[in-house]
């Protein structure tokens, strides 16, 4: 039973929350959508306010993916995802900051600076899409949008303690959204319980003829096809994962959650995959994402788009506003994807990287036919401080805790974070990761987590 004036309320709460969590980069026209908001009751997203990470295009209204290189960039046409939310009944609120172009775990990457965990300000939200997790976490909004190219809608749901969602690569239309890497970027979802994750899923869901990667697969009713009945399910539990976790509150609780699944009739199977390859994930995903974004962001040169610097000549004008237009992790990036685009070096970093990916996915197929669905804690801390969280400092067993969701991105199956219980007051999580197109399953089991 939500009205305007609901959302209205909401509006000036996410306003108010500016200040302690940093998580808007720009407040949506509310009043503005309001004025002729005529939608069905029967509509999905009825009056729900809904949150977009600020790389959907959203016509007039500006849209920076926390780049100061877009600054001033206002979109003149909506993303597929916009349309279709606006016609199910959604209320857009909010831009949420998010690392730089998605490059990032943390949202310290922000050009606006750290989004605040609202469980604890001074921790991290992670990231990319931090802004989105933190509204959703701090009850603000029941719905954000985000996207995720490594886990940037999975890690920061498990640090916040909300629902992540990202389902099967081409389930969800893509154009519209400023591009990460092609072929590992996912739209997903942020809710605080199953059900609005499987009405949100079946809203944002289709094909699209402007999305040549999208989906022709009928979209299917999920909250109707919602069981959490475990009886006849197999769960794979990544060994790999839970014995690189040195936190033993989070180990202890997934013990503790293994045998509740077993008793509601779960069976449960331990699955090892090969370390060497497990290894291998991270620098794979580094090689392959920062290729496709260096040739994604070539078009980002102050000429086309957003801010532009003085220069000389054409050549100055593009260097000077991308040298001030990225960050230095950006523009890292770009150095690390040119270089292994040389012609020289094609064969030797990018294509192998790709035939590594490959080999990672059939391992994954071969893992995927003994069971349903496999588990694993989605993160091997809490939300840690700004301090304590950069990747460098962690060791090479510890990298795959920390980065197995990247599986999800490679096979592009769908995974599921969901929040299992807490530790010193802040908020853990398992991640789930299904078949191809299984969002049924996916959904199912983590309704029987949460
Ligand atoms: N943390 C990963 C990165 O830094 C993943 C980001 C993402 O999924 N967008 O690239």
Not at 9 to 32: G, M, P, R, Y
Not at 194 to 209: C, F, K, N, Y
Not at 352 to 377: G, M, N, T
Request: proline share 3%; hydrophobic share 40%.
């Amino acid at each position: 039973n939500r009205d305007i004036s609901f959302i209205k309320e909401v509006d000036e709460k996410i306003h108010k929350s500016q200040d302690k969590l940093n998580a808007v980069v720009t407040f949506c026209n509310v009043d503005e959508q309001l004025k002729d908001y005529h939608v069905e009751d029967t509509a999905l997203l009825k009056n729900v306010p809904v949150i977009l990470k600020d790389n959907i295009n959203t016509k007039g209204t500006r849209t920076t993916a926390s780049s100061r290189i877009l600054d001033n960039y206002v979109p003149v046409y909506d993303a597929t995802i916009v349309k279709k939310l606006r016609d199910a009944g959604a209320v857009f609120m909010a831009k949420a900051s998010m690392d730089e172009l998605g490059m990032g775990g943390t949202n310290l990457n922000a050009y606006t600076g750290k989004v605040n965990n609202p469980w604890d300000l001074k921790r991290i939200t992670g990231g990319s899409s931090g802004g989105s997790a933190a509204l959703v976490a701090a009850g603000l909004a029941p719905l954000a949008i985000g996207t995720d190219t490594g886990d940037s809608v999975r890690k920061p749901a498990a640090y916040c303690g909300v629902i992540g969602l990202k389902p099967t690569y081409g389930r969800i239309s893509r154009y519209g959204i400023i591009p990460y890497a092609s072929s590992l970027d996912h739209v997903g979802l942020f809710t605080t319980n199953v059900e609005d994750a499987a009405i949100a899923l079946e809203v944002l869901s289709g094909r699209d003829d402007h999305d040549m990667t999208s989906s022709n697969r009928p979209v299917e009713n999920y909250k109707e096809l919602l069981n959490s009945d475990l009886n006849g399910k197999t769960i794979g539990i990544i060994q790999n994962v839970q014995s690189a976790i040195q936190n033993e509150a989070i180990t202890s609780s997934f013990d503790a959650l293994v045998k509740k699944l077993e008793e509601k009739g779960a069976k449960v199977v331990s699955v090892e995959f090969d370390q060497d390859l497990m290894n291998t994930l991270l620098p794979t995903y580094y090689v392959i994402s920062n290729a496709e974004a260096t040739a994604n962001h070539s078009n980002l040169d102050g000429i086309r788009f957003g801010m532009r610097e003085e220069g000389d000549d054409l050549t100055s004008i593009m260097i000077n506003s991308r040298t001030k237009g990225f960050s230095s992790e950006v523009r890292k990036r770009f150095v690390i994807g040119s270089y292994s685009l040389f012609v020289e070096n094609q064969e030797k970093i990018f294509r192998k990287a790709q035939r590594v990916r490959r080999k990672i996915v059939e391992h994954l197929d071969e893992k995927l036919e003994q069971c349903d669905i496999l588990l694993a804690s989605a993160a091997g801390s809490i939300a840690p401080y700004p301090e304590d969280s950069f990747g460098d400092k962690l060791s090479a067993t510890h990298l795959v805790a920390e980065n197995h969701m990247l599986l999800g991105n490679f096979s592009g199956y769908p995974s599921i974070t969901v929040p299992s219980d807490m530790v010193e007051n802040m908020p853990i999580a398992v991640n789930l990761l299904g078949k191809a197109f299984d969002e049924v399953t996916v959904l199912s089991v983590a309704k029987a987590i949460e």
